[in-house]
């Protein structure tokens, strides 16, 4: 059973930037593991963020809307799986989950009813 661990998230003011975390709890991330973020706003459904796909040599996708402003990477490890989030805007305020599934094809990428591990979640507010 695969345990993710999510921590960083806070309070910013906009243009700030925070670093979430996604820790795989006492293991490490298989080859063929896919990790994501997630968030969900208030009132909202659940959104796709990024995703590491690791079965096309580990490269990265984002919703075309966050290109430049977040990155997804994971440490040399592969126990953690971060989400850097840049300038960041009150539209960026969500849970965001971090989800991993070992199984997943690159079609499925952007949706959250395809992974079988989630977090718990962490809050990230962007107010003034």
């Known amino acids: 059973q695969l345990q993710l661990v999510e921590s960083g998230g806070g309070s910013v003011q906009p243009g700030g930037s925070l670093r979430l975390s996604c820790a795989a709890s006492?293991?490490?991330?298989?080859?063929?593991?896919?990790v994501a973020w997630f968030r969900q706003p208030p009132g909202k459904e659940r959104e796709f963020v990024a995703a590491?796909?690791?079965?096309?040599?580990?490269?990265?996708y984002y919703d075309d809307s966050l290109k430049g402003r977040f990155t997804i990477s994971s440490d040399n490890a592969k126990t953690t799986v971060f989400l850097q989030m840049n300038s960041l805007k009150p539209e960026d305020t969500a849970v965001y989950y971090c989800?991993?599934?070992?199984?997943?094809?690159?079609?499925?990428?952007?949706?959250?009813?395809?992974?079988?591990?989630w977090g718990q979640g962490t809050q990230v507010t962007v107010s003034s």
């Open positions: 989800a991993a599934d070992r199984r997943l094809i690159l079609s499925s990428l952007r949706f959250p009813n395809e992974y079988d591990y």
């Open positions: 590491i796909f690791r079965r096309n040599a580990g490269r990265t």
């Open positions: 006492g293991r490490t991330f298989s080859s063929d593991t896919t």
